[in-house]
């Protein structure tokens, strides 16, 4: 096993750590397959409103790719299809059905067994997927784009943790998952001859007999685990640019369906708060988010990660990828004195409060504590980024419409991972200027 070493990322204790008992909560009366967290997708739906559904049947395809499906995570009815600006789709909602015995009806593919596998035909597998559902568990680099099933990728990455801090506990999601994260492994094996499998360091002793599949050891701050950060430590070419990646949770569904020919849908969420501990909590994909928050004041924001997710209405439902909410304090009052304040309690990346000579969990909240300024090259962007980019530099060129000096300064080696647009003092949205600029160079090369 071995040890990638990252030296620059979020190394500040949070408060808010989820608890590792687990609870099952009852079964949602509706949920939604969300096409929010899905990249690049340009939808073309396959169902109406009152059509009825089985577990598995496709509700919307990939206009890019029609053969890339994205299914019904329940049996029941579509109640409601939400359009956003544009008539952008956001979700498709499904009433579950009421009879017991209908709970989940699948849509039954033919499944493959663990010792055939080797011998199927690399296509065959990734058709099945296609139709399936679960093809876009697969993301290729650098722009985490649905996986070319064309492309042969030189190495895929598995990480056993998701996007969040206190994303779901590898040790929890992967519990008597063990054969089917295995067979996950010979799966990856046909596509590749390079697999990666990563976990947090300190996740190590909670992971049992999985700790005998991880190849690479991360260190615990935050973002070393995400499959961005590994691969821009890892890679020697340029060719490894467009490797694949794929969460240690969606390998485990990759698995249960090619075995069993019925789409998984159960999925492991934790909900966090900064002053909360609560347990992780067992699911249904799409779940409403109501059902997993409960209650909370007016003051607060939901969001699927802390420093890059996306802000969600307490409304609508779990996407495809999201495994954690994060329910934080948007108290936007100003403080009066505030920069005299010793502010014990308050993360600081400048140092500017006395929290950080004590060692105790510090609570975030989403008070900017001001409005955007102009750069002045403090330099806490570079500082902070795992990937060793320049932000400041990058954003600079990408203002001037300069993609290839952008380009030069590493903009496609950035995994989005929120902390220059956290650290900087002028408030500046570094990483949107940063996702928006790799984005329009993805699709003027489409
Ligand atoms: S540029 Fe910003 S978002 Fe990109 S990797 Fe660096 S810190 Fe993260
Ligand atoms: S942190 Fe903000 S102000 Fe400082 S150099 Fe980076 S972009 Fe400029």
């Known amino acids: 096993m071995e040890n990638i070493k990252v030296l620059k990322g979020f190394k500040t204790i949070l408060a808010g750590m989820p608890d590792m008992s687990v609870i099952q909560i009852p079964e949602p009366e509706t949920i939604a397959v969300s096409a929010l967290d899905i990249p690049y997708i340009r939808p073309k739906l396959l169902v109406k409103q009152k059509d009825p559904v089985k577990t598995g049947t ?51 593919f033919e499944p493959i067994s663990s010792d055939s596998i080797d011998t199927i035909p690399r296509l065959k597998i990734i058709k099945q997927l296609q139709e399936g559902g679960l093809w876009q568990s697969f993301r290729q680099f650098p722009s985490k784009d649905t996986a070319d099933e064309n492309h042969e990728p030189p190495m895929i990455i598995v990480s056993l943790n998701s996007n969040d801090p206190f994303s779901p506990h590898p040790g929890v999601v992967l519990e008597n998952e063990t054969e089917f994260f295995e067979f996950g492994i010979k799966v990856l094996k046909q596509f590749s001859k390079r697999i990666i499998v990563t976990s947090r360091q300190g996740n190590l002793k909670k992971l049992n007999k999985i700790k005998n599949f991880v190849t690479h050891t991360v260190p615990d701050f935050y973002p070393a685990w995400d499959p961005g950060v590994v691969l821009y430590h890892l890679k020697k070419s340029r060719n490894e640019n467009h490797s694949w990646c794929i969460s240690a949770e969606h390998l485990v569904l990759v698995a249960k369906f090619l075995l069993t020919g019925r789409y998984p849908v159960k999925r492991v969420v934790t909900v966090t708060r900064s002053n909360d501990k609560k347990p992780h909590i067992i699911t249904r994909q799409g779940a409403p988010v109501k059902n997993l928050v409960g209650s909370m004041d007016n003051n607060s924001l939901i969001t699927t990660g802390r420093f890059n997710g996306r802000l969600v209405d307490p409304k609508s439902h779990m996407g495809f990828f999201e495994n954690t909410l994060t329910i934080i304090n948007d108290n936007q ?106 984005d329009a160079h993805y699709k003027d090369k489409e």
């Open 58 to 108: 496709p509700l919307f395809s990939d206009k890019r790719n029609k053969n890339i499906r994205y299914v019904s995570p329940g049996t029941g009815i579509v109640q409601q299809i939400i359009f956003g600006e544009r008539r952008r789709l956001k979700e498709i909602v499904i009433v579950l059905s009421k009879n017991r015995d209908k709970k989940d009806d699948f849509i039954q």
């Open 333 to 438: 009052k100003e403080e009066l004195f505030g920069f005299i304040q010793p502010g014990f309690s308050k993360p600081t990346v400048s140092r500017t409060f006395l929290s950080c000579l004590t060692k105790g969990p510090k609570h975030l909240d989403c008070n900017i504590h001001g409005e955007e300024r102009a750069c002045i090259n403090c330099g806490y962007c570079t500082n902070i980024c795992p990937n060793d980019l320049a932000p400041n530099f990058v954003m600079k060129a990408l203002l001037s419409d300069d993609i290839e000096d952008a380009l030069s300064y590493g903009l496609l080696d950035c995994c989005g991972c929120g902390l220059c647009s956290y650290a900087c003092p002028s408030k500046i949205e570094l990483t949107k200027l940063l996702s928006h600029g790799m």
